[in-house]
């Protein structure tokens, strides 16, 4: 038999999840500062550890992020939703357009820290792309920015013997992207996989992508293959997981 007291809530959850209520109900809109340590500690009669935590539990679901000397403020950022499916579509880059519209809709998307060259690939990339240990690869690295809040930052791995000297290995591909450039070279994407995985972020990902403390990042590698099965991308993205959810709709 579980005893009762095992199963009562921790206070930092307790204080959580009025909090969260709080926001859902529209007592704290977008901006707004939220109780302070001391304030919940005086309110909830708790320690300053467990008033910390509660916040932080606000802070890792997203909805709140710290700002450093003046508190936690409730998320005024809008989160982006990923199609996954439908922003790969053939009418969507084929047409000319974006993958990253479906995704954005009308606000703008900002691409900085962009950094394309030609470069020799490390083992496990050659083994994803399937080329000979040490072979030489254009890789496109580049970080998105909406809104002022870096979400994503991307490097997309392309066989050389197939985009040198193509608008590809320039930093503006033209539009399409990259998609529609290996479609015009007789490489188009016809198939693709996406495998995704949820992590703590290494220091440098934290700071790229201006992340919270405790905010994990979606990792989602992306393998493009042309007809007859050969892989013309592997694109490897890390998400802000607090800027993203992730939408997939397809028929039963």
């Not at 340590?37 to 309110?43: F, G, I, S, V």
Request: hydrophobic letters at 40%; glycine letters at 10%.
């Amino acid at each position: 038999m579980t005893s009762r007291g095992s199963t009562r809530q921790p206070k930092y959850q307790r204080i959580a999840d009025a909090l969260r209520t709080a926001i859902q109900a529209g007592e704290y809109g977008p901006g707004d500062r939220l109780p302070g340590e001391n304030d919940l500690m005086a309110t909830y009669e708790v320690a300053r550890m467990t008033a910390r935590q509660a916040l932080g539990v606000l802070q890792n679901e997203g909805l709140a992020e710290a700002r450093k000397g003046a508190g936690v403020f409730v998320r005024a950022f809008r989160p982006l939703r990923r199609r996954g499916i439908q922003r790969l579509a053939h009418d969507q880059w084929g047409s000319g357009r974006s993958v990253w519209s479906t995704d954005t809709e009308d606000r703008e998307l900002v691409v900085d820290q962009i950094d394309v060259r030609e470069a020799e690939a490390d083992g496990r990339i050659c083994d994803a792309l399937g080329v000979p240990a040490g072979t030489r690869v254009w890789a496109r690295s580049r970080r998105f920015v909406l809104d002022g809040k870096p979400v994503l930052f991307a490097v997309s791995h392309l066989p050389s013997d197939i985009v040198a000297d193509s608008a590809v290995t320039q930093v503006d591909t033209g539009p399409g992207g990259t998609y529609a450039r290996l479609a015009e070279l007789g490489h188009a994407p016809v198939h693709f996989r996406e495998e995704i995985r949820c992590r703590m972020p290494s220091a440098d990902e934290a700071e790229r992508l201006s992340l919270s403390i405790g905010t994990p990042v979606v990792r989602i590698v992306r393998t493009a293959f042309a007809e007859g099965g050969r892989v013309v991308e592997v694109n490897e993205m890390t998400l802000d997981s607090a800027s993203y959810v992730l939408e997939y709709g397809f028929d039963a």
